[in-house]
């Protein structure tokens, strides 16, 4: 069965530093998204991504981040210059329609020192 | 704004007894609710969404839009339902997917 695949699966950096996290969804999928979780509350919407474009993108979501999908299976998140508060489980998630289900990936523990 | 409350941080049972993990939200629209299920060392999955109805692993969870909940509910528990269980509401009939979720409950089936 297809699964969402994410890379790395722990990435520790320095404050002020870019990090780029790498997501393949699944290859019919058509609908990205990003979340975060930071250590012991909720998951977070952070962005959503259809058409090459942001569709949806949440207050959290400031001038920091960014996502590309920079050929026909990558999806990245792009965050400019962490902050300490950045450290989180960050997931990718994809889905063919806008009401289909969100297929998760495994996430990516970012740690910023 | 919407919001997904899940009063229980933890809940044990013993194997065999019946589960219900409460889920309450706030929404003024026609939401859509999930129940998301990750076990250890796993990814987030779909467990079940209240459109299909379905019955999934023993777990049902009804609608509920007068009491504004989604609880959902195993008649007897297994030690495999250990897990922690999220819920999740998206907004899709104003145009919106994102998935808001709730804090999780984490479940503990006692052998």
């Known amino acids: 069965e297809p699964e969402v695949t994410q890379t790395p699966s722990h990435q520790v950096t320095q404050m002020g530093q870019e990090v780029i996290l790498r997501c393949v969804p699944i290859?019919?999928?058509?609908?990205f998204y990003w979340y975060r979780q930071i250590l012991g509350q909720k998951v977070e919407f952070l962005v959503s991504?259809?058409?090459?474009?942001?569709?949806?993108k949440s207050e959290i979501f400031d001038d920091q981040f960014s996502v590309e999908r920079p050929d026909g299976s990558n999806f990245t998140l792009k965050i400019r210059s962490t902050k300490l508060e950045d450290s989180a489980m960050y997931f990718c998630?994809?889905?063919?329609?806008?009401?289909?289900?969100?297929?998760f990936g495994p996430g990516t523990r970012l740690t910023v020192l | 704004a919407q919001r997904v409350t899940q009063p229980e941080k933890l809940l044990s049972v013993f194997k065999g007894a019946p589960v219900e993990l409460k889920c309450n939200y706030s929404?003024?629209?026609?939401?859509?609710l999930f129940w998301y299920v990750q076990y250890s060392r796993q990814r987030l999955q779909l467990l079940l969404r209240?459109?299909s109805r379905e019955s999934i692993k023993g777990f049902t969870a009804d609608l509920n839009k007068g009491e504004t909940s989604f609880h959902l509910k195993k008649p007897f528990a297994q030690e495999e339902d250990s897990a922690m269980y999220y819920c999740?509401?998206?907004?899709?009939?104003?145009?919106?997917?994102?998935?808001?979720f709730g804090k999780g409950t984490k479940l503990s089936v006692i052998p």
């Open positions: 999740a509401l998206s907004s899709s009939g104003a145009g919106s997917y994102q998935l808001t």
């Open positions: 929404y003024s629209g026609s939401p859509e």
């Open positions: 209240h459109i």
């Open positions: 991504f259809y058409n090459n474009e942001i569709s949806e």
């Open positions: 998630a994809s889905g063919y329609g806008t009401t289909d289900t969100q297929y």
């Open positions: 290859s019919n999928h058509l609908y």
